[in-house]
């Protein structure tokens, strides 16, 4: 295992080091674009290509990869360890301190490799391990997810053997809004509250660094939607439960043309002010980075330019990173050239 986790000294100095446009918070700095491994293929082909994007990236300034446990079959996070393994332990070509990992889980995932689709993963291992209860399963359409502190700390340790870390820098509680739609705002937040303090255990014993959500539609949507999220009673209960002490630093949206409700929608109310998720995310003191810039490949598909979408989102101040995903390295390339201090037209 790879001891060690992302300081603030040694990401700034890797990002200063390869020329990119530092991307600083309080507790370290990352590229302003990162990997993303959600899409693609369980195979081998796939693997290889992320692999080498990863390494390319890792290598050449971009210090910032954002995984799931659930990311296709679980091959995203051991295809990131891999690499890991190969530039920090045995090539020395980088620093555990210079980069930042983060992971996710809440939804139930398979294992490709053990052959395991997710309801067959959910009944031997998840049920039949005892790790959490049927009881515990809350299920939108053909999504199954689960808010119980024991399947975390489980997740978490699965996460930590495929990447081949002591410690996950971001850890982030995946797609929230699905139990949310089941179990209903009140019991969602007490249970919210439970998998906080869970949390705060897993930073005390070294296994993560910090956490936060990573949504799909829960912070974008309308309040009178079924799986709606409120930042401030999510900071609130953060507080209740752990005090203004708390770890819980970040939030991952999506944000594109398409959907762009993180700018565009006021549905998020701050101290009776109404804001957007972006604003009221710099309100209550968190982090934002975004996903899905292409709105799942859609709009390069008909026919926008990657460059000018990935553009538009680096010059809002409100987002500190985007996750794009980038199995191929000559994307990596390219997109690398909109952060470089030399020639950056983010600066």
């Keep these: 295992m790879i001891s060690g986790y992302a300081t603030y000294k040694d990401t700034v100095n890797y990002l200063d080091r390869n020329r990119i ?26 693997s290889r290509l992320y692999q080498t994007s990863i390494e390319y990236g890792l290598k050449n300034g971009i210090n910032y990869i954002d995984t799931a446990i659930n990311y296709r ?37 398979g294992d490709i490799d053990a052959k395991l689709i997710p309801t067959e993963y ?22 199954r997810h689960v808010l119980v502190p024991s399947y975390y700390e489980f997740a978490i340790e699965k996460s930590k053997m495929h990447l081949g870390l002591d410690t996950i820098d971001i850890y982030y509680i995946h797609n929230p809004e699905i139990s949310l739609k089941v179990v209903g705002p009140e019991v969602f937040y007490e249970k919210l509250k439970m998998l906080f303090i869970s949390f705060e255990e897993q930073v005390s014993k070294g296994n993560i660094q910090y956490y936060g ?18 930042l401030e009673k999510v900071v609130n209960v ?8 708390h770890h819980f630093k970040f939030i991952q949206c999506p944000y594109n043309s398409y959907m762009d409700e993180a700018k565009t929608r006021k549905n998020q109310e701050v101290n009776r002010e109404s804001y957007s998720v972006l604003e009221a995310a710099q309100k209550l003191g968190l982090t934002v980075v975004t996903s899905a810039p292409f709105n799942l490949g859609k709009l390069i598909h008909e026919g926008e330019n990657p460059y ?33 201090k030399s020639s950056s037209p983010i600066e």
């Design 213 to 230: 959500l990573a949504t799909w539609s829960g912070l974008l949507c309308n309040p009178s939607e079924a799986g709606y999220i409120s």
């Design 122 to 143: 959910l009944q031997k291992i998840l049920l039949e391990g005892g790790i959490i209860k049927q009881s515990d399963l809350n299920i939108v359409e053909h999504h």
């Design 21 to 46: 446009v530092n991307s600083e918070t309080e507790w370290f700095s990352f590229s302003p674009i990162a990997i993303g491994t959600h899409l693609g293929n369980m195979d081998e082909t796939d």
């Design 308 to 340: 000018k979408i990935l553009l538009s989102i680096l010059h809002d101040p409100f987002i500190h990173s985007v996750m794009v995903g980038m199995k191929n390295v000559e994307h990596v390339i390219k997109n690398m050239e909109l952060i470089r």
């Design 238 to 245: 953060l507080k209740e439960a752990i005090g203004d002490d």
């Design 73 to 109: 079959g679980m091959r995203s996070e051991r295809d990131l360890g891999v690499v890991l393994s190969r530039l920090i332990n045995e090539k020395k070509l980088i620093k555990r301190s210079e980069i930042v990992i983060s992971s996710k889980a809440g939804l139930i995932p």
